[in-house]
């Protein structure tokens, strides 16, 4: 069976394909973020999305150039650069590296190549040059230049390929200025903002002006200029199709008039709670919030991975502790497999991978998938409990969920590795420092020494490290 996925341009579920004739090479293009806070909980979902698509296709046999840009200027920047009197490499570079680490913690493969979009503005600048040249951008008096809708159309293209948007109502001629508007204000878009008093230090010199570049623009001329003029795939948070990716769309193939991308794929929001997150009615999650209830990365990330990407999902606290239950169970049976394993190594079953690999084509069925592991867990354990020694058999086992784990991108978790004896003593000296008895507490450290690991106090409590 081959990969199938709901592609917002068609609105259907399609087989993949693609454009690279020997049917190896994929472009993938996933929206990044806006590097002017932490990222919430919402905005991972869909990272944690676009990581499942990139290693869906990877555990398919397809070579992906994953390309992720850092939208390091915009409106929402320049606006907190201004009120923290900064810099705006100073202040985007903070939540550029806080956005990474939280990446790595979430389990996610890091992107090929991240532009910052700073850093492509000679592009940026050529893209708007080639829409000016067709006639489909112009300068307008406020010193800003816009992309024109009816000129567009005119030359037959389509405005609104990934949603139906009523332009009977727009008005030839009126502007918007800000990177964000809602469907009703329709109308033309900025591409090069003219400088003013309150972008500070932020402009670039331009043959149509000192200025800064739009959101949207920056986004074409990256995935233009790291995939080609025509890719793959491009992903992002259902929010971003209106205005953001239709206007990807129309500049790109405005500016060279062929079809931009062959495939969109959309994230459906994340309620937590039951509501839409807000910062007043106290659901609002960044990463590092959850990991300071003592929640893990690879918890969250199997929470987020739970539900279908084009469902909303109700991310609870009681679902991530329903995903600490969840991760024990895998990693128990992990565990067993280890032990009985020892160092004998075989090959995956095929036969379960491959109905593995039948969820993750019908369009990336997760809680099919989910369902068939859990399912297997089940089975092994039975197994076990009737008494399966085979070293062979639980190597052949172990390699079966490296193979799934490859998709799923849980890991095991690290303690899983420490003998039961190692971890039973560690407990030992846990319970002997609550009752002050410190003298059995240093005694049990030494005897763990003497076995070869090392305990260290953290204040998220003890860590057990081999010497
Ligand atoms: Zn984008």
């Known amino acids: ?71 390091d200027v915009e409106d929402k920047i320049i606006k907190r650069v201004r009120e923290n009197k900064t810099t705006l490499r100073e202040f985007t570079g903070k939540f550029e590296t806080a956005f990474l680490d939280d990446l790595k913690a979430l389990g996610c493969r890091e992107p090929h190549q991240k532009p910052r979009a700073t850093e492509y503005i000679p592009e940026i600048i050529a893209l708007i040059e080639k829409l000016v040249a067709r006639g489909i951008a112009y300068k307008a008096a406020d010193g800003s ?39 009703e204000s329709v109308a033309d878009f900025a591409l090069w903002k003219a400088r003013v008093p309150d972008d500070g230090d932020v402009f670039w010199p331009s043959p149509f002006g000192e200025g800064r570049p739009g959101w949207h ?17 491009h992903l992002g948070g259902e929010d971003l199709k209106f205005p953001h990716h239709e206007d990807e769309i129309a500049q790109s193939e405005g500016a060279t008039g062929k ?18 997150m807000s910062k007043s009615l106290g659901n609002f999650f960044t990463l590092r919030d959850l990991l300071a209830k003592g929640f893990t990365g690879r918890e969250v990330r ?57 969820s993750l084509d019908d369009d990336l069925n997760i809680s099919g998938l989910w369902g068939k592991v859990f399912e297997w867990v089940r089975l ?70 003497a076995k070869g690991w090392v305990i260290d106090d953290t204040p998220k409590g003890i860590k057990l490290r081999k010497l």
Not at 45 to 68: C, I, K, P
Not at 147 to 159: A, D, L, R, W
Not at 259 to 267: A, E, N, Q, T
């Open 1 to 71: 069976m081959a990969l199938k996925l709901f592609n917002t341009l068609t609105r259907s579920v399609q087989e993949f394909m693609p454009l690279d004739p020997a049917g190896k090479k994929v472009g993938m293009y996933c929206c990044g973020p806006t590097v002017y806070d932490f990222a919430h909980i919402g905005n991972w979902r869909t990272f944690v999305f676009a990581d499942l698509v990139r290693r869906t296709l990877e555990f398919s046999g397809y070579d992906v150039q994953h390309v992720m840009n850092i939208t």
């Open 145 to 183: 230049v816009y992309f024109s809708i009816t000129k567009y159309q005119g030359c037959g293209c389509h405005y609104g390929q990934l949603l139906k948007l009523n332009l009977d109502e727009m008005r030839a001629g009126e502007r918007v200025a800000s990177d964000e508007y809602e469907k």
């Open 217 to 233: 623009i920056e986004c074409s001329a990256m995935s233009i200029k790291a995939l080609g003029e025509t890719f793959d795939l």
């Open 259 to 276: 079809p931009f991308v062959k495939f969109w794929l959309h994230g459906a929001h994340l309620l937590v709670e039951g509501k839409k």
């Open 302 to 358: 199997y929470l987020l991975l739970t539900a279908h990407y084009r469902e909303t999902f109700n991310f609870t606290l009681d679902g991530l502790a329903g995903a600490k239950t969840a991760l024990a169970r895998i990693d128990e049976c992990v565990g067993k497999l280890r032990e009985i394993a020892g160092n004998t190594s075989a090959d995956a079953d095929k036969s379960y991978l491959d109905q593995f690999s039948s």
């Open 380 to 449: 092994l354990n039975t197994k076990i409990a009737n008494g399966e020694k085979s070293a062979f058999w639980a190597a052949r086992q172990l390699a079966t969920w490296q193979k799934i784990d490859s998709v799923l991108g849980i890991g095991t978790k690290s303690e899983a590795e420490v003998p039961a004896e190692i971890s039973s003593l560690a407990e030992g000296r846990m319970k002997a420092k609550w009752a002050k008895d410190f003298k059995r507490a240093d005694a049990i450290r030494d005897e763990l020494k």
